[in-house]
């Protein structure tokens, strides 16, 4: 018997992987797949082999692997921070490297948040306002304000103080007749009562995906959401969290998500893919005047991990930074996600299983509808991967397209054109019936189709 402890110990295990170069990956059974996917969760930011990001790494590991940040100083993360804050909103000039996940991350912004209440006269603040539909991370404060149907499992021991309001989605929850502007001041008005039934000397902060992201599929805030929901929180002395750590980091075209929205948040979760994807690394972007007010409350952050700053961690997401934070490479990013999104417009936009494509930069998403929705997308992977020896990532109610930064038009016309021909040709014959080879439990992990 295998000593992992699988997640999931009924199937058989998959294939290994014995290689890659860039975007292609090398399988054990002498396969090779295209990844259009960026890693199957979106980490990878220039593929496979990047010989920059191992020297990056290496000449880091030269000096040491790692060092306690509490007993010592590291010049790399100042570097690094000031690169990180370069192109921030106004205001957000300080980062907080606490950790090596996204979870981590999106913790830690929501315990500062409360620790900065607390220090400045109003502990009380202790609940937090979250989405349906969201998806912040995996440990228990971050499950709190998620959505994932799976997480429902740790209801039992799960932490209290977490208040859900209706997710953020003018396709699925607009009124019929209900234009942009009334539906923006209904969810404007959900956030407010929540506040107030809760009574917002109660409340730390509101958290959210800059686009409703993991779950969903990309979906972009109408225009002023966040800037609405910034007057509200200023109103009633509340902070805003925003999870950046699946749509942020210049994948969205800009450095940060929220650059498009115009507006300031208190903290940003960045992770995932800011260091490539070739070493572990997360942190939280805040404003120096939380330092100044736990400086002279407390007098430290009431948090500490082993390998926060992770010393090989900070290399590859400096030499990550560098690459991607340009204007060249956000333009061509732009351009990519773009040439995916018309693609999909120009050849489907007219099918009747079309619904919406959308999102910003190489974080895109195409929404279709038919029955049986789930099991058509399963039945579109498997085909574009053993037919094309393409790997997407199709499931629930559409398919998201996240590849690494290093694709180009050529890689963007031969995956479309696949997927489009597959599209169109498993439609055609479509009963709502999934290949039996699909296998349904993994790709499905307990939620439910467009649920």
Not at 48 to 56: E, I
Not at 182 to 198: G, K, S
Request: aromatic residues 10%; hydrophobic residues 35%; glycine residues 10%.
């Amino acid at each position: 018997m295998p000593s992992v402890l699988k997640k999931f110990p009924n199937d058989p295990l998959p294939v290994s992987i014995v290689g890659g170069k860039g975007i292609y990956l090398f399988l054990q059974d002498g396969t090779e797949l295209l990844d259009f996917t960026g890693g199957w969760t979106a980490h990878s930011v220039f593929g496979m082999g990047d010989q920059g990001l191992k020297d990056a790494i290496n000449r880091q590991l030269d000096i040491y692997a790692h060092l306690d940040g509490n007993v010592w100083t590291n010049p790399l993360l100042d570097e690094l921070a000031q690169l990180t804050v370069s192109q921030a909103p106004e205001g957000l000039n300080k980062v907080f490297f606490g950790g090596c996940n996204g979870s981590d991350a999106m913790e830690q912004a929501m315990k500062l948040s409360y620790h900065v209440h607390h220090d400045s006269g109003n502990p009380t603040k202790q609940k937090y306002i979250y989405r349906a539909q969201s998806f912040s991370g995996a440990t228990l404060q971050t499950m709190s304000v998620s959505d994932l149907p799976i997480l429902n499992f740790y209801n039992p021991i799960k932490p209290g103080g977490y208040i859900q309001i209706p997710e953020h989605n003018y396709l699925r929850l607009a009124h019929p007749n209900e234009t942009q502007q009334e539906y923006l001041d209904r969810c404007a008005n959900d956030l407010e009562t929540a506040i107030i039934q809760n009574g917002p000397e109660n409340i730390a902060a509101f958290c959210g995906e800059t686009m409703m992201g993991a779950l969903r599929g990309e979906v972009v805030p109408l225009p002023g959401y966040w800037k609405r929901m910034r007057e509200i929180c200023d109103n009633y002395n509340i902070h805003i969290i925003l999870d950046e750590i699946y749509c942020g980091m210049s994948r969205p075209g800009e450095v940060y998500c929220c650059t498009y929205d115009d507006f300031t948040p208190d903290f940003i979760a960045i992770g995932k893919g800011c260091a490539g994807g070739y070493a572990p690394i997360s942190a939280v972007v805040t404003k120096g005047i939380f330092e100044d007010v736990i400086a002279n409350g407390t007098g430290r952050i009431q948090l500490g991990h082993t390998f926060a700053g992770y010393a090989l961690g900070a290399a590859a997401m400096l030499e990550t930074q560098k690459r991607v934070q340009t204007p060249e490479m956000l333009l061509h990013v732009r351009k990519m996600g773009q040439k995916i999104r018309s693609i999909i417009d120009s050849e489907l936009s007219d099918h009747p299983f079309y619904v919406e494509t959308r999102g910003r930069g190489l974080n895109s998403a195409f929404e279709y509808h038919c029955d049986n929705v789930h099991g058509f997308s399963l039945s579109l992977a498997q085909s574009m991967k053993s037919k094309h020896k393409i790997l997407i990532n199709a499931k629930w109610h559409r398919t998201t397209f996240t590849p690494a930064f290093i694709i180009d038009d050529s890689i963007v016309e031969r995956v479309l054109s696949a997927y489009v021909n597959e599209f169109k040709s498993i439609s055609r014959s479509w009963s709502g019936v999934i290949d039996s080879s699909v296998n349904v439990s993994r790709a499905l992990g307990g939620v439910k189709p467009g649920a």
